[in-house]
């Protein structure tokens, strides 16, 4: 079993930066995608970003591409999304995530965390 534990998240103003941590439990972390996923009140969740396990390749909802990065360090077990330029429509619960093989657009993943609330002011 893989624990994932998510922290970083507040309350923050419209252009702000924040970066969000998601560590995990045991010693094959390396082994794993990871990715990023939100959800607003009332919406669905949705894709934000993605990491190979080697941190070679990523990928990002366009929504996001440009203002978020997606890192990963192996040798402390933690998945990181730098989030700059935030805006409202960014307000939502962040959950990480974790699969042996990909971290999938449509969220079929192994593993999720609790989640962390990040909250956009205009």
């Known amino acids: 079993q893989v624990q994932l534990v998510e922290s970083g998240g507040r309350l923050v103003q419209a252009g702000d930066s924040l970066r969000l941590s998601c560590a995990a439990s045991?010693?094959?972390?390396?082994?794993?995608?990871m990715g990023w996923f939100r959800q607003a009140p009332g919406k669905e969740r949705e894709f934000v970003a993605a990491?190979?396990?080697?941190?070679?390749?990523?990928h990002y909802s366009d929504s996001v591409k440009g203002r978020f990065t997606i890192s990963r360090d192996n040798a402390e077990n933690t998945v990181y999304l730098q989030m700059n330029s935030l805006k409202p429509e960014d307000t939502a619960v962040y959950y990480c995530?974790?699969?042996?093989?990909?971290?999938?657009?449509?969220?079929?993943?192994?593993?999720w965390g609790q989640g962390t609330q990040v909250a956009v002011s205009s």
């Open positions: 995530a974790a699969d042996r093989i990909v971290v999938v657009v449509s969220g079929r993943v192994d593993y």
């Open positions: 990491i190979t396990a080697t941190g070679s390749g990523t």
């Open positions: 045991g010693r094959t972390f390396s082994s794993y995608a």
